[in-house]
């Protein structure tokens, strides 16, 4: 007797190609040949621990290292997955990947997996998700249908996921000082002094529509008592805007004018002045 749930149940391919048999022999031995090797060349802690710290040093990687984003009007801060590669790369013998297992164009989604692998101890961090085809707009929810887009969709969304996978392998401590040395190197600003930091960051963001006032409304002090800690964070600021990870209306947003300030500004007058005087013109 049939099982009537069998035919709800998604079809295993009945054949192979040479192509995709090819490929999954290769990815087994690939497997195989990375645990060898983890093996035979375990990492070394301090090599590991002392690249990590020089790459921290760099300006170019401090400057991509956090994010920052709003969520239900706060905004939302923390390491990003330039740092996490960075990381994996130093700490040695790790896998990390997005794969795409399933795009479903009827329903408009696609199934993905996130994964880190610290091949040598064994210690592996994965999810499964599913993103839709959409974009976010001002409009509302627009559908993707371009493979383009919908390629640039899935790896943002996945990106995420592939930074929590990397930091679940990693040892915490190492994450935290590398974190620790990128706000440093921020905070140093390469070198240069911090009222040319400073002057550059008004005049980035005066590019973009946003004036010293609103710079200053936003830190919560004249642009003369900033700190470096304040150009820090207003260089991840910019930086979070330019990558689309924030708008700039999120993060500077037009001041609101209540009832009471309408209430307690002085009355405009609402009559014209008697300019026209009584009885003809001489």
């Not at 509302?140 to 919908?150: E, V």
């Not at 007058?269 to 009584?278: D, F, G, M, Y």
Request: aromatic content about 8%; some cysteine.
């Amino acid at each position: 007797m049939n099982n009537p749930v069998e035919q709800y149940m998604p079809k295993a391919p009945a054949r192979i190609g040479q192509g995709t048999a090819v490929e999954q022999s290769r990815a087994v031995a690939e497997v195989q040949a990375a645990i060898i090797v983890a093996q035979q060349c375990p990492r070394n802690i301090q090599a590991a621990v002392a690249e990590m710290r020089q790459s921290c040093k760099q300006q170019f990687l401090a400057e991509r290292a956090f994010y920052r984003y709003s969520r239900g009007g706060s905004a939302v801060t923390g390491a990003s997955v330039h740092l996490a590669r960075e990381l994996a790369r130093c700490w040695g013998n790790i896998q990390y990947g997005l794969v795409e297992m399933r795009r479903d164009d009827e329903y408009g989604q696609s199934e993905m997996q996130a994964f880190a692998w610290d091949v040598e101890k064994n210690s592996r961090n994965s999810s499964t998700f599913i993103v839709p085809h959409r974009r976010d707009t001002k409009d509302g929810a627009k559908q993707l249908t371009d493979m383009r887009d919908i390629y640039e969709s899935n790896a943002n969304n996945g990106a995420r996921r592939v930074r929590e996978a990397i930091f679940a392998i990693l040892p915490p401590w190492f994450v935290e000082e590398a974190k620790a040395l990128c706000t440093q190197t921020l905070k140093n600003g390469g070198g240069r002094p911090l009222a040319q930091r400073i002057a550059d960051a008004i005049r980035a963001f005066d590019g973009i529509g946003i004036s010293v006032d609103q710079l200053e409304q936003k830190l919560g002090r004249p642009s003369e008592k900033w700190t470096e800690h304040d150009a820090a964070q207003l260089h991840v600021v910019f930086q979070s805007i330019q990558r689309g990870e924030v708008r700039a209306d999120e993060e500077f947003p037009a001041p609101r004018v209540t009832a009471e300030e309408i209430a307690a500004a002085p009355q405009q007058a609402t009559e014209w002045p008697q300019v026209a005087r009584a009885g003809g013109a001489e």
